[in-house]
């Protein structure tokens, strides 16, 4: 029984971490055995690395989508024209709109109460500049 679940988790492990390594690029699972090699990635979790494809599509989409939009939404035009351009933006990817990119802690990957400036998150921020570990950082006393 033990053995027969633990081949079923391995066979699991396996599907999970070869779709991780297709998206970010590098096998994670050698072919010749069936053991797991670690590899760390630079993104904390999913939601990270979700959105950094977005961020990746807004670089690469963002003007074509701005410059259809100027066509769809100018009333000077006539409406045909209009329509097609409506139908392109369409078309596009809905991750190529910037409003989705979300800005994120770079160490724990919150999304809420994020410092721009330093891309941490306000708990992460207090607790890198309680330590002192951040420059020009001072605690206010009073």
């Known amino acids: 029984m033990a053995n027969l679940l633990g081949r079923i988790f391995v066979n699991m492990t396996s599907k999970c971490l070869n779709q991780v390594g297709t998206v970010i690029g590098q096998p994670l699972l050698s072919?010749?055995?069936?053991q797991v090699t670690s590899v760390r990635t630079r993104y904390v979790d999913w939601r990270m690395l979700r959105d950094v494809k977005r961020r990746?599509?807004?670089k690469e989409m963002g003007r074509e989508r701005r410059s259809i939009n100027?066509?769809?939404k100018n009333d000077i035009l006539p409406a045909e024209l209009q329509e097609v351009a409506h139908q392109?933006?369409?078309?596009l990817p809905r991750?190529?709109?910037y409003i989705r990119i979300r800005h994120r802690c770079g160490l724990t990957s919150r999304a809420r109460s994020v410092q721009h400036r330093w891309r941490l998150s306000r708990i992460m921020w207090r607790q890198i500049a309680d330590g002192n570990h951040m420059a020009g950082v001072i605690r206010a006393w009073w």
């Open 31 to 34: 072919t010749q055995t069936s």
């Open 70 to 72: 100027v066509l769809r």
């Open 95 to 97: 991750d190529s709109n």
């Open 88 to 91: 392109e933006v369409i078309a």
């Open 56 to 58: 990746r599509l807004v």
